[in-house]
């Protein structure tokens, strides 16, 4: 079955930077569209940002210039670089396939707190 390992979370202060990991198994990475979604306590999932198999990129309009999403197709991972980051990010932090979503991962918790 796929598995999707999320890493790299942590607390950060404003402004700060943190760089999370996703390492998926279980299909043919290379073959498949991935995102990065978040979910903050009490509120929905929301898809953040995808990369295509292209490797063409979209982005929420709320982390649009701050989040950069590539993937390592040799190491079957996929990274979001999240730069400037706002008290608003806080959530934890999941990734998937946006065309065909698998069971989720454990997430990763990402903090931006003073």
């Known amino acids: 079955q796929v598995q999707l390992v999320e890493s790299g979370g942590g607390l950060v202060q404003p402004g700060g930077s943190l760089r999370l990991s996703c390492v998926v198994s279980?299909?043919?990475?290379?073959?498949?569209?991935m995102g990065w979604y978040r979910q903050a306590p009490g509120k929905q999932r929301e898809l953040v940002a995808r990369?295509?198999?292209?490797?063409?990129?979209n982005y929420v309009d709320s982390v649009k210039g701050r989040f950069t999403i590539s993937r390592d197709n040799a190491k079957n991972t996929v990274y979001l670089q999240m730069n400037t980051l706002k008290p608003e990010d806080t959530a934890v932090y999941y990734c998937?396939?946006?065309?065909?979503?698998?069971?989720w991962g454990q997430g990763t918790q990402v903090t931006v707190s003073s």
């Open positions: 990369i295509t198999v292209g490797r063409s990129t």
């Open positions: 998937n396939v946006p065309t065909q979503v698998f069971v």
């Open positions: 279980g299909m043919i990475f290379r073959l498949y569209d």
